[in-house]
């Protein structure tokens, strides 16, 4: 079979792709902080890892509702609260309270146009962990559209049932970020990220 530059472009901008991109950046935000143990006011790019992350995790859940990548470079940028906000217009479920907060703190550095350095009063760095937190919550929320999205319209004869590949995107996330499965769970969904914070919310996928 012959690939040409289009299906190329199609599947590196595909709600697939930024949900891979999306997964990659928040990984990295959190090993960043948590296995290299740096201060969170001594890693700037751990907030900068975290906002991509979230961007394209949004951004994922747009294409896979019909926005183009065009359209997502014209209208929303790199803004997280117009990304939010029409994710939520189209049936993004809420992100809990504590988590929504930390997006639209670190919304003000992540401009329209570029990432500005985080500025705060006293070194009073906000936790990183509700910000990626957030972006658990999108990725699991979004897998069924996602994977069905691929399977409707990338996919071939060897491409895995829907059903199956919302369980891999959702295993992937489970085995990054060490968080089980919600056993007998209709859904699927993935339990709380951290466990310890009152996040509103005792699951991801609600």
Known sequence: MIITTTDTEERRTSPLAYWRYGHDYLRVARTLCHQHRIPCADAQVAYHAAAQGLEFSLKAFLRAHGATHA??????????????????????????AAWRASVAEIAGSHQEKQFVYLVTPDGAFPALDPLIGAGIFVLDSIAPDVARHFVANLGNQTTPTAETFIRRLRADLSATFDIATVANDDDGGLAHPFPDEPAGSGRLYA
């Open 71 to 96: 359209a997502l470079r014209s209208d929303i940028g790199h803004s997280l609260m117009k990304a939010l906000a029409r994710s939520e217009a189209l049936g993004l479920p809420p992100i809990p």
